[in-house]
């Protein structure tokens, strides 16, 4: 059996000009999800017009209720924003790294030795520094300048 017949789709007609769509459902005893989903295939709003008077429902009882009068906009202040002049003093500068490295390709390289790239990986010249290593992967100067200071 069909829930949105002919007739409580007349009923939602009649009930939206005058309720909201929670108040549409409890009258016709089903959720405002169906409710809304049927108005909108229908083409029904549920909108209130300025100066229409809006019924609240409490079970079966009807309250009259008056539209809220609007409020008028609030006025905003204009912010006017004002950078302050910051002076940034001038950075020492870092110490220059020294790097002694004994370039080795990819089969010449072991366990020991700095894993930082030289070159293109692409091309023929491509090596890897080679120098021992102090950390994990580097030798001391591509670990110094691999890391933030």
Not at 2 to 29: D, M, N, P, Y
Not at 66 to 86: C, L, M, N, R, W
Not at 117 to 144: I, Q, V, W
């Amino acid at each position: 059996m069909k829930f949105w017949t002919e007739e409580r789709i007349e009923q939602l007609r009649t009930l939206s000009k005058t309720h909201s769509s929670g108040k549409v459902a409890v009258e016709l005893g089903c959720s405002r999800c169906a409710v809304s989903g049927a108005a909108a295939r229908n083409g029904i709003s549920f909108g209130s017009v300025e100066g229409k008077i809006r019924f609240d429902c409490v079970g079966k009882d009807y309250i009259k209720k008056e539209p809220k009068p609007t409020k008028p906009p609030k006025a905003t202040k204009k912010v006017v924003f004002k950078p302050k002049s910051v002076i940034i003093p001038d950075e020492p500068k870092p110490e220059p790294v020294v790097i002694q490295s004994n370039p080795k390709t990819i089969w010449e390289i072991g366990d020991f030795d700095c894993h930082w790239p030289l070159g293109d990986p692409l091309s023929d010249e491509f090596r890897y520094c080679g120098a021992p290593k102090s950390g994990k992967n580097y030798c001391a100067g591509h670990t110094k300048l691999g890391t933030r200071q």
